[in-house]
């Protein structure tokens, strides 16, 4: 495991934390929290905001990095790699510069202009589309069954956060599909063995490929 995956694996699990903690204090207190824009402008909001930023950069560099392993010749693939990378960096810009300036203004999270937030929300909606598709598409690339598996649960997250919206539970949060967002592209980076099968079918393969 190469250190930029360590490094984005650190920062997905830590980040998923913060979403966790986010559902948890908003779903026993039943109001926003400091680490979101309702509750103003602070420095936990900077911090987490900072976080959300490298975390997302982090992200962008592991699937650029790996991106022959995930492509894997598929223009389907490629497609949705830079999808979701853009998607990444557009959420980036929106923590990193946008949210420092905004502190460093003095202004407030919710006074930001809406052309600056759509690049984040367009952003936002594509995380869950593109690790979705790029989920179902990477299960039969040897060796990304498990980051495939988990950016496919994505799906159930997301059936989760609305299953407990639609029983009025105060604990509805996006943190459940986010935090499988961020670690299955984590995993992405992480080179596993490929089954014997799988070495057995490529193998059989290049056998009966024809000579000239």
Partial sequence: MSTL????????????????????????????????????MSLTLLLVGLLHAATYVA???????????????????RVLRI???????????????????TWATGGDPVDIPEVLNLPAALGFVGLFVFTILLGIALLRVPGLRLPALVLTAVTAGIGFTVLLGALGSTFAHPAYPEAL??????????????????RRARTARRAVRPSV
């Fill in 59 to 77: 992200l962008t560099l592991v699937l650029h990095g790996n991106r022959n392993r995930i492509d894997a010749d598929s223009s389907v693939r």
């Fill in 5 to 40: 995956t360590k490094l984005a694996l650190t920062l997905a699990v830590a980040l998923s934390g913060v979403a966790f903690l986010d559902a948890l204090l908003v779903g026993i207190d039943r109001e926003p929290t400091g680490l979101s824009a309702e509750y103003g």
């Fill in 181 to 198: 967002a961020y670690i299955g592209t984590a995993l992405a980076g992480v080179r596993s063995v490929p089954r014997s099968s799988d």
């Fill in 83 to 101: 999808g979701l990378q853009a998607s990444y960096v557009s959420m980036a810009v929106f923590f990193g510069p946008v949210i420092v300036g």
